[in-house]
């Protein structure tokens, strides 16, 4: 069975980094790309970018390239993503989910982990 | 980036009933080489991540009930809940994987 089980949610003050793990398994963790996906408070889902753990390709939304990095450790079968300098508008629960086809970044996301609560308040 | 609209925002169906969302692209989501339509829909319940139902635009992820069916070509796309039960209260998303960034539509709230 795929499952992808995200790190638990974070309270943050603004300015602090922040790095949050999707762990992975029942499958091969480097030749499927994996994203994350941002839904604010009462809000829709916001496609942030895929990474490729083969060999950490990424693809970035405009909306968020140079805001967090993405990053897959293949050793552990995780992907992360992080913040260097936390806003009071990064509180959101983010997901991470696999996409559905091995190797290809066209596809659609399928499973999604449970999600990690960030909430950023001084 | 390729927007997407859905319609309406929201809609009340009494059980049992069907259930109807929209889904418009701002650039056709066919690609004629493998002719086939480049969405996804959905489904978010509260407090949960969204649940996968249909990709290329009208397949049925495995275990989703077939009372869910997806339609459509091009720019215009349908999700249909053929008789809805409590369960399927939900809010629902169309996704574009044609081009990146892959983007969402907003949702649309199904209540009983």
């Known amino acids: 069975e795929v499952q992808l089980v995200q790190s638990g949610a974070e309270v943050k003050k603004p300015g602090e980094s922040l790095k949050i793990s999707c762990k992975t398994s029942g499958y091969s963790f480097s030749t499927y790309w994996i994203g ?7 809000k829709g889902l916001e496609w942030m970018g895929i990474i490729y753990p083969g060999d ?9 390239e140079g805001q967090v990095i993405m990053s897959a450790d293949k050793s552990i079968n995780t992907a ?12 959101a ?15 659609w996301f399928d499973p999604w982990g ?3 609560l960030v909430i950023v308040s001084s | 980036d390729i927007v997407m609209t859905q319609s309406p925002d929201s809609l009340t169906v009494s059980l049992g009933e069907r259930a109807t969302i929209n889904c418009t692209s701002s650039q056709s989501l066919l690609y004629s080489y493998n002719n086939k339509n480049y969405l996804a829909w959905y489904q978010q319940t509260p407090g949960q991540p969204p649940r ?3 990709f290329w635009a009208s397949t049925r992820e495995s275990g989703v009930p077939d009372r869910f069916s997806g339609s459509g070509s091009g720019t215009h796309f349908t999700l249909t809940i053929s008789s809805l039960q409590a369960e399927d209260v939900a809010v629902y998303y169309c996704q574009q994987y ?15």
């Open chain 2, 52 to 54: 996968l139902l249909i």
């Open chain 1, 36 to 42: 994350w996906v941002r839904q604010m408070p009462g």
């Open chain 1, 80 to 91: 992360y993503l992080q913040w260097s300098s936390l806003k009071t508008s990064d509180t």
């Open chain 1, 56 to 64: 950490s390709d990424t693809r970035y939304s405009p909306s968020f």
């Open chain 1, 93 to 107: 629960m983010y997901y991470c989910a696999r996409l559905g086809l091995a190797t290809i970044w066209s596809s």
């Open chain 1, 114 to 116: 449970q999600g990690t």
């Open chain 2, 98 to 112: 044609s081009s990146a960034p892959f983007t969402f539509g907003p949702g649309t709230k199904v209540d009983i």
